[in-house]
């Protein structure tokens, strides 16, 4: 992992365990993005939770744990599945 995404996990975990919305739900996911997701499985289980929460409209939930793996073209795609073009474009351009 390179010093920038350092930082920008760093930032994320803070804010995550510094809101006092959605207490819970942001307590998991500090946890999650504090865990190593680099391996096969926890990728397939994270990326099936994600389409799971997709599909039961979580969108954002579902957009979010596919950026934390790595898949952001497919959260893309799913942003624009879903006629949310301008965000999908927003994530997309580098």
Request: hydrophobic share 45%.
């Amino acid at each position: 992992m390179g010093a920038l995404q350092s930082r920008v996990r760093e930032w994320a975990l803070q804010l995550l365990l510094g809101s006092r919305a959605e207490c819970r739900t942001n307590a998991l996911r500090a946890c999650l993005l504090a865990s190593d997701v680099a391996s096969e499985g926890a990728q397939s289980i994270i990326k099936l939770v994600a389409t799971s929460l997709i599909a039961n409209d979580c969108m954002t939930d579902g957009v979010q744990l596919l950026f934390l793996i790595g898949h952001g073209n497919d959260a893309c795609r799913y942003l624009q599945a879903h006629g949310f073009w301008s965000k999908s474009f927003h994530f997309a351009k580098p």
